[in-house]
């Protein structure tokens, strides 16, 4: 029987039916055979009015509604499209629901079609997806979407998604559809329909499997491409002219614009690592800097049959210089080159504990969506990086059961050892010529003897990544999902499946009894200790309404300390008999010979599991004895609106200097730093201090961006805003906004708002929100509007008038080029608090050492804030927009001209906020 699939999207004056939003437009698609056979589309009169924003978003507006029939009048045509048919949409549910709203309002009985639901269906199919938007899986496959938001056309691109995701179904091997089968009966949505006809439809034919995919222990995936190492003749002179340079890189890449600072940075690092020698590189915005070290990096490898390893710290970068720049790279050198990503072993899926959890009978949603987006992930990857699925926040809690933790038994009992995505990503660096990786792998192992050459992008972040990956923190919410890991012993975790192990033969095994005790008794101490940092942080006092506290244990009164020694002392007596009660147990165990997979399988995860409490709790253990303060700080952090959920206790070094020196530069030969912001005034003293070096052991290089921004950016100061020291939070928000309603009319949107407190965003936010002024643009803020950074940018560019208001991770990382971005705002100067623990700490050295503090430690680190947080307006050669700054200390103090002389010269105009409208529109029209 054929399948027939209605593709149905409706327009809606809201998001609630409960609360009286309507549909203002209806279209529908029939598909049969895999076909579109049939459209309808209609604009429905509400007879109500439909508010600005909707009508932006979907331009569809009152006169265009106001002769089209209403709902009632065209119930019984949609009613004959849907008869017989499985109803489909994009987020099914909200579409259903209204439609249901609607007929049960125009007085017809609620209907009950088997239901498609596409999201569901393409997280499945394109586990890789960035977004499961519809518009960005159209931009995905190339469809045709000229009218986003209008219902024929996203029904439309609907059901082309719907025949795509079929015809990919049929490409997958017999085993999978039947593995995929068996999960979709646990969806919300009728999958397991399509499913069905897909399988019933395959097994007419004999199959014939792709040659690049594997069946293995009954799971296909994609097999592994050798990479050889053996390449002969790969000898080249490194382009040491400039017309060398242009030829090599015109010849392969016909669009190259020849940049002379990429040239300068391309030379001086060549000139580095051939002499062994190690250079920082302040490169500006737009200089090329990725190139300019890949290259040198290519030629050197080669010519020395070494290796050289590419730190960054974002994610994004280390994708963008493997999917992009090294491609590229590849058909510039004339000669092979090898190159790979190196992760720590949990990015990575252990196959053995994967096929286990198949066995397992799925019921619960998430999980079982999951385990269909790796199966058909498997298909296609060829790393086995989660780092690759777009993985809901259920499936990074079952991601905890089956990522690597590398052996705690002997490698040969994981059958899965030959096709192993950890042990095959290492084989692979050991063959590479340039190896990517991120600061915090870097800091965790040891480099290989045949790397000699060691670049470090996004340097300005090396010094908070070594504090990060030699401190450690326990939280209130860590600490609950390590309860609800370890279970009950009657009931399910860890506990229960520790007791499904051979016990009968351990004699030292605790019985259950006294392991359900300990358990509770771990529960309640924590419980104990949790409540006295609750306590301590509810008493700390804060500016106004400030709710996100701090407090350094060094503060605390000695009472106070005592009662939380004692509360982690009585609970690491009481981790160290489960603690040992689980190694001693395991031990024995692993000693059985012939012990089925199943169990070898729950031995691993159960130890990998254990080594990352046991980490976690270290910090507790250092809480039960006398601390040294020196050389490390420890800190409370919370917000005092969701105590005790939000209390975290964390531990850093104060200095990593040393760290840096032992673990990275001492380890190879020649060393490169690069960033866009690494300079105070022209001078690298303040990162070579956090970074240990000495005087003149270092290279230093400032390249300056290829930008004309004298005439591309405005640099404006608001006369009229009071100094931020002599009025009150409250008074400095209602000025800026007073500010900021005009000049984002001004600007129609594109605006960027930074700031260094969530609770002044807040605040700003809910003002201008309550203005009623800005109800036609979109408003985004990070913490309000929902979503991750990534998200809410892509929001802010889809819409013509948005405003983005965003703290500490927005002043940075985030790359909003051409007319998107018009108008970056910086509300007040970047600095660090001063009772932020580190930043305290880090004083109180600088005291010791009898430096001044503020121009050693607090000015330096707001002005590479304030540097990252201006790179953010002009990031291509044609971009064009305003940087206001609302602080007025950039003017007024004799240290403000150190952030103006940090950045690339552009004129500081202070102007009242008439003559700033004016300027505005004058410059951006």
């Known amino acids: 029987m054929v399948q027939r699939f209605v593709v149905v999207d409706l327009e809606t004056t809201g998001n609630s039916p409960k609360k009286g939003d309507k549909v203002i437009e209806f279209a529908c698609v029939i598909v049969e055979n895999n076909t579109i056979t049939d459209t309808y589309s209609t604009l429905i009169n509400p007879m109500l009015k439909i508010p600005p924003f909707i009508s932006e978003l979907t331009t569809i507006t ?74 960005e899986l159209s931009d995905r496959h190339d469809f045709a979407h000229d009218q986003p938001h209008r219902a024929k056309d996203d029904a439309l691109v609907t059901a082309r998604l719907l025949i795509k995701m079929i015809d990919e179904l049929y490409t997958y091997p017999l085993v999978t559809l039947e593995q995929l089968l068996e999960l979709s009966y646990s969806l919300k949505s009728n999958l397991f329909s399509i499913i069905e006809d897909v399988l019933h439809k395959k097994r007419e034919h004999v199959e014939r499997l792709d040659p690049a995919i594997e069946i293995f222990r009954g799971i296909a995936l994609k097999k592994e491409q050798e990479v050889s190492k053996d390449i002969p003749l790969r000898v080249a002179d490194f382009p040491e002219t400039k017309e060398e340079k242009i030829n090599l890189l015109q010849k392969h890449w016909p669009m190259y614009e020849s940049r002379n600072g990429q040239f300068e ?65 590849e058909q510039i050198v004339p000669f092979p080159i090898n190159y790979c990503v190196l992760k720590g072993r949990s990015h990575y899926l252990s196959l053995f504990k994967f096929e286990q959890s198949l066995k397992v009978y799925e019921t619960q949603f998430d999980i ?31 991601w905890e059961k089956i990522k690597h933790s590398g052996w705690y038994q002997d490698q040969q009992k994981d059958p899965w050892i030959s096709k192993d995505f950890a042990l095959r990503a290492r084989k692979k660096a050991k063959k590479a010529d340039i190896i990517v990786t991120n600061h915090a792998y870097l800091l965790s192992h040891d480099m290989d003897a045949s790397v000699k050459t060691l670049v470090i992008d996004e340097a300005h972040h ?9 401190g450690n923190d326990w939280s209130y919410s860590y600490w609950k999902f390590m309860l609800g890991q370890l279970g009950k012993v009657d009931r399910s975790g860890y506990i229960r499946e520790f007791f499904d192990l051979p016990i009968q033969l351990d004699a030292n095994l605790p019985n259950q009894e006294s392991m359900e005790r300990w358990l509770a008794d771990i529960e309640f101490l924590g419980e104990e200790l949790f409540a006295i940092l609750s306590s301590t942080l509810t008493q700390k006092k804060k500016y106004d309404s400030y709710s996100k506290v701090s407090i350094a244990y060094a503060k605390l009164d000695d009472s106070v300390k005592n009662a939380i020694q004692l509360a982690a002392e009585r609970l690491m007596e009481i981790w160290k008999l489960v603690k040992n009660a689980f190694v001693n147990h395991l031990e024995w165990c692993k000693n059985i010979e012939n012990q089925s997979e199943e169990t070898n399988v729950i031995i691993e995860r159960i130890y990998g599991h254990l080594i990352e409490w046991d980490s976690k709790l270290a910090l507790v253990e250092m809480l039960s004895k006398p601390i040294n303060m020196l050389d490390q700080s420890i800190w409370l952090a919370g917000d005092k609106k969701s105590l005790p959920n939000s209390i975290s206790i964390r531990l850093q070094p104060v200095k990593v200097d040393d760290i840096l020196q032992e673990k990275l530069f ?25 970074w240990g070096f000495k005087k003149d052991t270092l290279v230093e290089q400032i390249i300056p961006s290829p930008y004309e921004y004298q005439q591309q950016a405005k640099l404006f100061v608001p006369k009229e805003i009071p100094d931020i020291k002599e009025v009150s939070s409250q008074e400095y928000v209602e000025a800026i906004s007073n500010v900021l309603i005009p000049l984002a009319q001004t600007t129609q949107g594109r605006m960027l708002i930074l700031f260094t407190s969530y609770d002044m965003l807040r605040k700003t936010y809910d003002l201008l929100k309550e203005s009623g002024m800005l109800e036609d643009y979109a408003l985004l803020a990070q913490g309000i509007s929902g979503g991750s950074r990534g998200r809410l940018t892509k929001n802010f560019t889809k819409y013509d008038k948005a405003i983005l208001l965003g703290t500490s991770s927005f002043w940075e990382g985030i790359d909003i080029p051409g007319e998107d971005l018009s108008c970056l705002v910086m509300v007040r100067l970047p600095f660090t608090p001063l009772d932020e623990p580190i930043m305290e700490a880090k004083m109180e050295n600088c005291k010791r050492d009898g430096k001044n503090v503020f121009s050693t430690v607090s000015l330096p680190d707001a002005i590479i804030t304030f540097k990252q947080g201006f790179g953010r307006l002009i990031r291509k050669s044609t971009d064009k927009g305003i940087v206001v700054v609302f602080d007025r200390r950039i003017t007024t103090t004799s240290y403000g001209k150190s952030f103006i002389q940090s950045i690339p010269p552009l004129p500081v105009e202070e102007v009242y906020v008439d003559e700033l409208l004016d300027r505005t529109n004058e410059w951006l029209n």
């Open 462 to 470: 090396l010094e908070n990544a070594a504090r990060n990956h030699s």
């Open 62 to 135: 009152d006169d265009m509604v106001e002769g089209a029939p209403t709902f009632d009048q065209i119930a019984p045509t949609i009613l004959q499209k849907l008869d017989g048919a499985i109803f489909v949409a994009h987020n099914v549910f909200f579409d259903l629901n209204f439609l249901q709203d609607a007929l049960t309002g125009a007085g017809y009985a609620r209907i009950s079609p088997k239901i498609i639901d596409t999201v569901e269906f393409a997280k499945m199919v394109f586990p890789t997806a960035d977004s499961y938007k519809l518009s």
């Open 368 to 398: 079982a969506l999951t385990k269909m987006q790796l199966l058909v992930w498997l298909l296609q990857t060829k790393t086995g990086d989660i780092d690759e699925v777009n993985l809901s926040s259920a499936g990074w809690m079952f």
């Open 666 to 690: 001492s380890s190879v030969s020649s060393t490169v730093l690069t960033s866009a912001t690494l300079t105070v005034k022209g001078s690298f003293d303040y990162v070579k201090s956090e």
């Open 265 to 329: 940075m391309m030379d001086s690092i060549y000139s580095s690592i051939m002499s062994e020698t190690s250079i920082c590189i302040e490169a500006g915005t737009g200089v090329g800097k990725s190139l300019a070290y890949l290259l040198p990096l290519a030629f050197h490898s080669v010519k020395t049959n070494t290796q050289a390893v590419v730190s960054t710290y974002t994610v994004p970068l280390q994708h963008q210089l493997v999917e992009k720049e090294l491609i590229q790279l």
